[in-house]
């Protein structure tokens, strides 16, 4: 069974910044990828950020240069470092770990707000 245990949403004003943090607890296996999605409301789940276990990442457009995702693979634990907030960004942020057993499984986490407002 695999857990996903997420930290660090809250309220901050535009141009500040937030770290999100989520920990993988259970049978993690060595092919996987970790990522944040995130969900406005009214609008679809969306892919914000996303690291693989060798350590390659991909990014929304609407967020390159100003979130970087990192990970700590010692600790199954992924990271989300957001700078420069917008309103835009105001969504519950969800962990996701996709694990590979001859295919992809997918785990979520119970999601985080992020409230960017002033």
């Known amino acids: 069974q695999v857990q996903l245990v997420e930290s660090g949403g809250g309220l901050v004003q535009p141009g500040g910044s937030l770290r999100l943090s989520c920990a993988a607890s259970g049978s993690i296996l060595s092919i996987n990828a970790m990522a944040w999605y995130r969900q406005a409301p009214g609008k679809e789940r969306e892919l914000v950020a996303r690291i693989m276990s060798g350590g390659s990442t991909n990014y929304a457009d609407s967020v390159k240069g100003r979130f970087t995702i990192s990970r700590d693979n010692a600790k199954n634990t992924v990271y989300l470092q957001m700078n420069s907030l917008k309103p835009d960004d105001t969504a519950v942020y969800y962990c996701?770990?996709?694990?590979?057993?001859?295919?992809?499984?997918?785990?979520w986490g119970q999601g985080t707000q992020v409230t960017v407002s002033s």
């Open positions: 996701n770990l996709a694990l590979w057993r001859s295919s992809w499984t997918d785990y």
